[in-house]
Nanobody
Framework: QVRLVDSGGGLVHPGGSLTLSCAASERIDRLYAMGWYRQAPGKQREFVARVTGGGSHVYGDSVKGRFTISRDYARNAVFLQMDSLQPEDTAVYYC????????WGQGTQVTVSP
């Protein structure tokens, strides 16, 4: 099973920005999706963004217009540029792919606080 390594989380003030990165341990064919989910304390895991197998960029309603997903096929990586961060964006962010079934990263904590 492919291994995903998430990184880039941290503490940021409201209105700030962060970029998350996810690197895969092996080549993931572009026919497979890569994306991000998040889970806040006491809440269910929530879809954030995905680059589909067809190359489309799909976003959850709560992040549209603020977050931008990108994918580097040569580096087997996916990135999440997060702008205009708000306290409600505080969560653990997980990388995901449907390559080989479903694989998850270990998660990276994003905290948005004054």
């Amino acid at each position: 099973q492919v291994r995903l390594v998430d990184s880039g989380g941290g503490l940021v003030h409201p209105g700030g920005s962060l970029t998350l990165s996810c690197a895969a341990s092996e080549r993931i064919d572009r026919l497979y999706a890569m994306g991000w989910y998040r889970q806040a304390p006491g809440k269910q895991r929530e879809f954030v963004a995905r680059v589909t197998g067809g190359g489309s960029h799909v976003y959850g309603d709560s992040v549209k217009g603020r977050f931008t997903i990108s994918r580097d096929y040569a580096r087997n990586a996916v990135f999440l540029q997060m702008d205009s961060l708000q306290p409600e964006d505080t969560a653990v962010y997980y990388c995901n792919t449907n390559f080989g079934g479903s694989s998850w990263g270990q998660g990276t904590q994003v905290t948005v606080s004054p």
